[in-house]
């Protein structure tokens, strides 16, 4: 089946480890993102790709770092910079369209704890 | 500076009831707004697309209107149903903007109970 794949779902990280999260899609599209989400906070944009080796900052990038080796992975580092990494990742892909952002597809999310 | 405001924050309702949610938005230039579902712990699903030219749009019980003069957008959920139960959220996407141009809402927690 067509769609994207996050792992691991659930990962616990003691603090100064980087973490790498997973984001593997089949739905052979061009863009794909990172979103970070808080409770009582909308989707915040950390990254995103509209091209195989290229990818862009977005609001909250600090502490993170993203490769964009292949078009159907967009991996996500939680580096030991980001003070506050525990959170509810989401990664997505759509599209890419001239008018606006195509229909995002999103993955079933990370949850990380830093203890 | 874009924003969209969703309310109410959250919402309890019966099951089998009717209920609305609203999306307000200062977005410009606008290209299209979406609502997605979201479930506990699961990640955001698209349930319909509203373009500049559309008013209403259904998607089974759901009914998205959109307003574009006074900017507001609203999802209405028919003969409600426990599976309801979710956070909605309300997007807008700038036009000619790069892909990671995306305004979203804060969501609204509806709770239907039996």
């Known amino acids: 089946d067509g769609g994207i794949t996050q792992s691991p779902k659930y990962l616990f990280r003691k603090e100064g480890q980087n973490v790498t999260l997973s984001c593997e899609q089949n739905?052979?599209?061009?863009?794909m993102y990172w979103y970070r989400q808080d409770p009582g906070q909308g989707l915040r944009l950390i990254y995103y790709s509209q091209i195989v080796n290229d990818f862009q900052k977005g609001d909250i990038a600090e502490g993170y770092s993203v490769s964009r080796e292949k078009k159907e992975s967009f991996p996500l580092t939680v580096t030991s910079a980001q003070k506050n990494p525990t959170a509810f990742y989401l990664c997505?892909?759509?599209?890419?369209?001239?008018?606006?952002?195509?229909?995002?597809?999103f993955g079933e999310g990370s949850r990380l704890t830093v203890l | 500076k874009n924003q969209v405001e969703q309310s109410p924050q959250s919402l309890i309702i019966l099951e089998g009831k009717n209920c609305t949610l609203q999306c307000n938005y200062t977005v410009s230039p606008f290209s299209n707004l979406r609502w997605y579902k979201q479930d506990t712990g699961r990640g955001p699903v698209s349930l319909t697309i509203?373009?500049?030219?559309?008013n209403t749009k259904s998607n089974g019980r759901y009914t998205a209107t959109l307003d574009a003069d006074t900017k507001q957008s609203s999802l209405h959920i028919t003969a409600s149903q426990l599976s309801d139960s979710a956070s909605y959220i309300c997007?807008?996407?700038?036009?000619?903007?790069?892909?990671?141009?995306?305004?979203f809402g804060k969501g609204t927690k509806l709770s239907v109970k039996p």
């Open positions: 997505a892909s759509s599209i890419v369209s001239a008018g606006g952002s195509g229909e995002l597809f």
């Open positions: 739905l052979n599209h061009d863009a």
């Open positions: 509203m373009t500049f030219s559309e």
């Open positions: 997007v807008v996407s700038l036009y000619g903007g790069s892909q990671g141009n995306l305004i």
